[in-house]
């Protein structure tokens, strides 16, 4: 714990999916928190205005400024941890999973009507969704290029390696639509411990 004061808002559905294990740890460390339940109409206005685009979040709110963080799994190891450079980290980390995930989904679809439409999807909602959040996490939280504070990071090294790997495995066309994520590569890249690894790490399939 970091010693400033800190409040906390969950917004989740009604029900327990991804919210829940939040709620257990608030449960078991005694914390208070605001249980915001919303119903389906609520969530299609509110939707918009999540970094994500998606629920669980978690409203931090620090004297008079609150910042709204996503992923289930990030937000539960913050607040069990209760070590607040780590949440960003954490999100970023896993907002790449779920882009990683739909990239694996299609990799490995073997029905061709299913493939396209998850390509479809992928093309016209999910990489533009964690462009436009990774640009406002790097410009809110970021320094010099890098994604959460100043200098290189698990939340750099997770969107490189993905990045990276999809330019390795020939997708460059998917990344092309955004400069600032193969610019972000390149500086990932500059990093002296980092290039020396890529220039001499076995080479194996991705
Ligand atoms: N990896 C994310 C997954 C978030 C997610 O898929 N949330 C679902 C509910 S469990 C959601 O927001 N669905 C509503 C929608 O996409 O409109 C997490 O763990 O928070």
Known sequence: MTGTMESYRLTYFNKRGGGEIIRLVFVVTSQ????????????????EEMPMKSLPVLHVKREDKETTFCQSGAIAKYLAKKFDEGLLVDEVYDCVGDVRKSLVQIHFCKDETTKADLQKKLISEVLPNFCQYFQRRKASFGEGGYIVGGKISLADLAVFNMVDSCLEMGLKSLWQPYPELLKHRELIMENEKLSDWLKTRPVTEV
């Open 32 to 47: 208070t928190f605001e249980d915001e339940r919303l119903t389906s109409e609520e969530w299609l206005k509110r939707k």
